[in-house]
C-alpha cells in the first residue's frame, strides 16, 4: 500500500479538503476519495516526490537493487506468480524508496502493463540494461535466469566503481589537507612575520614572501569574493561539464591523460563487455544490444564509436571488423571477438573479455597508486619549501642585519 496526499473538493459543500489516503495506484487512490463523496482534484504520493538533498537521502542504492534481483528471482524460480513474488520482495526489503517503487509496480502489472514496462517508468531505478535483461526474460519465459544475470553484472560494475574509487580517496584527503595547511600558514603566519619587519629602516622582504602576503591581505580582505569565485566557478564549471561539449573534453581526457587515461580506457572496455555479455545471454539482438551498451557504458567518444558500429552491422559487417580500426576501443577487443564470431562463441567470448579488463583495472589501480604516493609527496616537498622559504628568509635576513650593524 502507498500513501497518497490529495485535495478534493466536497460535492455537498464546495468546502475543500487535504488528506491522505492509502492505496495501491493513484486510480484506486481516486476510486477511494470518490466513495467518500468527494471530487479529487490533486492526487500525489507521499514521500515519492523530493529535490535536491531530499532527492539523494530518497535514492535507490545498488545493493538493494541487487538484493531485489536475486530475491525476485529465487521467488519466480520456485514457481511463484510475479505479483505474489513483487509483494513478498517489497515486504522484505529494508529500502523505504525501493518499497515505494515495488508498489506501484505492482499496481501498474495488476493494471496489465508488462513487468519490463511497469519497471521502465522508474529510469533512476532501473536502467535499460535492467529493463532490457528483463524484457528478454519475459519472451523467452526465462525471467528468473535474467534477473540473476542482471544481479550478477551490477555487481561487478559497482565491485568496479568502488575500486576505483577507493584508489581516488587518498590523493584527494591529501590534497585537501594539504590546501588546509598551506592556507592556514598563508592566512595566520606570514603576517606575523611581515609585523616583525614593520618599522626596521631598510629591511627588505623577499620576492615570495612578498608575493604570499599579497595573496594572504587579498584573502583576507576580500574574503567574500573568493568565496563567491570559488562557488561560481563550481557552478559553472558543473554546468559546462553537463554539456555535450563539457562531456566530450572530459570524457576524452578521461581516456588520454595520464596516469588516469589506461585506467578509464580499461574500465570502459570491461562495461562494454561485460554488459554486452549479459544482454547477449539473454537473448538479446546485436543491434539493440549495442544501442544500450552505448549508453551503459557512459563515454561520448566510446557511445559514438558505438552508434557507428552499429550502423556498419546494419549493412552486414560484422561487429569485430566494424570496430578494429577505431581508436576508442583497444585492440584486444576486435581481436577476441573475432575469434568469438569465427566460433559462434560470442557470449562465452564477451565474458573473457570482461573477466581479462576487470583484472588489468586491478592491475591498473595499484599502478597509479604506487605512482600516485612519490608525486604527491614531492608536490607536498615543493609547497612545504615555498612556505618555509618565504617565513625563513625574512628572518635569515633579519639576523644577518642585526649581526652585521651589531659588527
Given at each position: 500500500?502507498?500513501?497518497?496526499?490529495?485535495?478534493?473538493?466536497?460535492s455537498?459543500?464546495g468546502?475543500?479538503?487535504?488528506?491522505?489516503?492509502?492505496?495501491?495506484?493513484?486510480?484506486?487512490?481516486?476510486?477511494?476519495?470518490?466513495?467518500?463523496?468527494?471530487?479529487?482534484?490533486?492526487?500525489?504520493?507521499?514521500?515519492?516526490?523530493?529535490?535536491?538533498?531530499?532527492?539523494?537521502?530518497?535514492r535507490?542504492?545498488?545493493?538493494?537493487k541487487?538484493?531485489?534481483?536475486?530475491?525476485?528471482?529465487?521467488?519466480?524460480?520456485?514457481?511463484?506468480?510475479l505479483?505474489?513474488?513483487?509483494?513478498?520482495?517489497?515486504?522484505?526489503?529494508?529500502?523505504?524508496?525501493?518499497?515505494?517503487v515495488?508498489?506501484?509496480?505492482?499496481?501498474?502489472?495488476?493494471?496489465?502493463?508488462?513487468?519490463?514496462?511497469?519497471?521502465?517508468?522508474?529510469?533512476?531505478?532501473?536502467?535499460?540494461?535492467?529493463?532490457?535483461?528483463?524484457?528478454?526474460?519475459?519472451?523467452?519465459?526465462?525471467?528468473?535466469?535474467?534477473?540473476?544475470?542482471?544481479?550478477?553484472?551490477?555487481?561487478?560494475?559497482?565491485?568496479?566503481?568502488?575500486?576505483?574509487?577507493?584508489?581516488?580517496?587518498?590523493?584527494?584527503?591529501?590534497?585537501?589537507?594539504?590546501?588546509?595547511?598551506?592556507?592556514?600558514m598563508?592566512?595566520?603566519?606570514?603576517?606575523?612575520?611581515?609585523?616583525?619587519?614593520k618599522?626596521?629602516?631598510?629591511?627588505h622582504?623577499?620576492?615570495?614572501?612578498?608575493?604570499?602576503?599579497?595573496?594572504?591581505?587579498?584573502?583576507?580582505k576580500?574574503?567574500?569574493?573568493?568565496?563567491i569565485?570559488?562557488?561560481?566557478?563550481i557552478?559553472?564549471?558543473?554546468?559546462?561539464?553537463?554539456?555535450?561539449?563539457?562531456?566530450?573534453?572530459?570524457?576524452?581526457?578521461?581516456?588520454?591523460?595520464?596516469?588516469?587515461?589506461?585506467?578509464?580506457?580499461?574500465?570502459?572496455?570491461?562495461?562494454?563487455?561485460?554488459?554486452?555479455?549479459?544482454?547477449?545471454?539473454?537473448?538479446?539482438?546485436?543491434?539493440?544490444?549495442?544501442?544500450?551498451?552505448?549508453?551503459?557504458?557512459?563515454?561520448?567518444?566510446?557511445?559514438?564509436?558505438?552508434?557507428?558500429?552499429?550502423?556498419?552491422?546494419?549493412?552486414?559487417?560484422?561487429?569485430?571488423?566494424?570496430?578494429?580500426?577505431?581508436?576508442?576501443?583497444?585492440?584486444?577487443?576486435?581481436?577476441?571477438?573475432?575469434?568469438?564470431e569465427?566460433?559462434?562463441?560470442?557470449?562465452?567470448?564477451?565474458?573473457?573479455?570482461?573477466?581479462?579488463?576487470?583484472?588489468?583495472?586491478?592491475?591498473?589501480?595499484?599502478?597509479?597508486?604506487?605512482?600516485?604516493?612519490?608525486?604527491?609527496?614531492?608536490?607536498?616537498?615543493?609547497?612545504?619549501?615555498?612556505?618555509v622559504?618565504?617565513?625563513?628568509?625574512?628572518?635569515?635576513?633579519?639576523?644577518?642585519?642585526?649581526?652585521?650593524?651589531?659588527?
Open positions: 500500500m502507498l500513501t497518497y496526499k490529495y485535495v478534493a473538493r466536497n455537498a459543500t468546502e475543500k479538503i487535504k488528506a491522505e489516503v492509502q492505496a495501491d495506484s493513484v486510480q484506486a487512490a481516486a476510486k477511494l476519495i470518490r466513495q467518500q463523496g468527494l471530487a479529487p482534484i490533486n492526487i500525489t504520493l507521499s514521500g515519492g516526490g523530493g529535490k535536491g538533498i531530499g532527492k539523494i537521502f530518497k535507490v542504492k545498488t545493493k538493494d541487487i538484493l531485489f534481483s536475486r530475491q525476485l528471482s529465487t521467488l519466480i524460480n520456485a514457481g511463484l506468480p505479483v505474489q513474488s513483487l509483494r513478498s520482495v517489497e515486504e522484505q526489503t529494508t529500502s523505504k524508496p525501493l518499497q515505494i515495488i508498489a506501484q509496480v505492482i499496481a501498474d502489472v495488476e493494471a496489465g502493463s508488462s513487468f519490463s514496462a511497469a519497471l521502465s517508468k522508474h529510469p533512476s531505478v532501473f536502467n535499460e540494461v535492467f529493463v532490457s535483461l528483463v524484457a528478454a526474460g519475459e519472451t523467452s519465459g526465462t525471467l528468473d535466469k535474467s534477473l540473476e544475470r542482471v544481479a550478477n553484472q551490477q555487481e561487478k560494475d559497482a565491485e568496479i566503481l568502488s575500486k576505483v574509487r577507493g584508489a581516488m580517496v587518498y590523493p584527494a584527503v591529501v590534497i585537501f589537507v594539504m590546501i588546509l595547511v598551506v592556507g592556514f598563508i592566512i595566520k603566519v606570514l603576517p606575523q612575520v611581515e609585523q616583525i619587519y618599522g626596521l629602516p631598510g629591511a622582504l623577499p620576492f615570495i614572501t612578498v608575493a604570499l602576503l599579497a595573496l594572504s591581505h587579498f584573502s583576507t576580500y574574503w567574500w569574493l573568493v568565496i569565485l570559488i562557488g561560481a566557478g557552478f559553472f564549471g558543473s554546468r559546462w561539464a553537463s554539456t555535450l561539449g563539457g562531456k566530450r573534453v572530459i570524457d576524452r581526457l578521461k581516456m588520454k591523460a595520464w596516469p588516469i587515461g589506461p585506467l578509464f580506457m580499461k574500465l570502459y572496455m570491461a562495461r562494454f563487455a561485460r554488459t554486452a555479455t549479459t544482454l547477449v545471454g539473454s537473448g538479446v539482438p546485436l543491434l539493440q544490444v549495442l544501442e544500450i551498451t552505448a549508453r551503459a557504458v557512459d563515454n561520448v567518444h566510446i557511445s559514438d564509436s558505438l552508434k557507428r558500429a552499429s550502423d556498419k552491422v546494419k549493412g552486414g559487417t560484422a561487429l569485430s571488423e566494424a570496430i578494429v580500426h577505431d581508436e576508442n576501443f583497444l585492440h584486444l577487443v576486435p581481436n577476441m571477438l573475432r575469434i568469438g569465427q566460433s559462434g562463441a560470442v557470449e562465452a567470448m564477451l565474458e573473457k573479455i570482461a573477466d581479462y579488463y576487470e583484472k588489468e583495472v586491478d592491475t591498473q589501480i595499484k599502478t597509479i597508486s604506487t605512482i600516485i604516493e612519490p608525486v604527491l609527496m614531492i608536490v607536498i616537498g615543493v609547497m612545504a619549501l615555498l612556505i622559504a618565504a617565513i625563513l628568509l625574512p628572518i635569515y635576513g633579519l639576523v644577518n642585519q642585526t649581526g652585521f650593524s651589531g659588527g
